[in-house]
């Protein structure tokens, strides 16, 4: 089992970047395949990153292509979301998620452990 924490977000101006992290307790870190979701508010949660396990591969929503990235230290138990060219429609609470048998999941009902959010404000 493992338990997630993320930080990092707050208010930024359009234009602007924030990098959250989740830090993980628990066992084995580095076998869980990691993933940042947002929920907009009244809409579903939805996919925006997913890391593999070893850090080699990634996948992103195509909203957020090429503005933002995903990243682990394995060493630290920690996953990043850097995000770059804020806009106001990136205002969301930010999940991150852990789930160790699929390969870049985009599907939340995949994953297995949440943490509690983090929420990104983005000011025009």
């Known amino acids: 089992q493992v338990q997630l924490a993320e930080s990092g977000g707050g208010l930024v101006q359009a234009g602007g970047s924030l990098k959250l992290s989740c830090a993980a307790s628990g066992r084995a870190f580095g076998t869980y395949n990691m993933g940042w979701f947002r929920q907009f508010p009244g809409k579903e949660r939805e996919f925006v990153a997913t890391?593999?396990?070893?850090?080699?591969?990634?996948r992103y929503a195509d909203s957020v292509k090429g503005r933002f990235t995903i990243s682990r230290d394995n060493a630290k138990n920690t996953v990043y979301l850097q995000m770059n060219s804020l806009k106001p429609e990136d205002t969301a609470v930010y999940y991150c998620?852990?789930?160790?048998?699929?390969?870049?999941?985009?599907?939340?009902?995949?994953?297995?452990?949440w943490g509690q959010g983090t929420q990104v404000t983005v000011s025009s």
């Open positions: 998620a852990a789930e160790k048998t699929g390969w870049l999941i985009i599907d939340k009902d995949q994953y297995d452990y």
């Open positions: 890391i593999t396990g070893g850090g080699g591969s990634t």
